[in-house]
């Protein structure tokens, strides 16, 4: 089973019966609102997660991803939600304050 915990979203837990699926994905199929301005194509950093706990439980870096971290756009602790497949377990995350949507209430 998949799991992701939304630290900051009141520990909103997400779970899933599937194998492997893209964060992002299972995000959005959960009715939780989350940025992507690029629609979902790894382009931008706005749908980065900040990985809390489980970050062998996500898929290698992709390209994509280590062009923001080469750039200093992506610290070690976050992945692209759009790009990052959760593989196995558990993964605890939070929004970055600066991709918070102003329409939802976030915890701390």
Known sequence: MLKIVIENLHHREIKSNDKVRKVIDLIHENHIDWMHACGKKGRCTTCKIIVKKGMDNLTALTEREEF???NNR???SERLSCQ???ESGEIRVCVAEENKFTHMDYSD
């Open 68 to 70: 923001f971290r080469k």
């Open 74 to 76: 992506l610290n070690p």
């Open 84 to 86: 990052a497949y959760l």
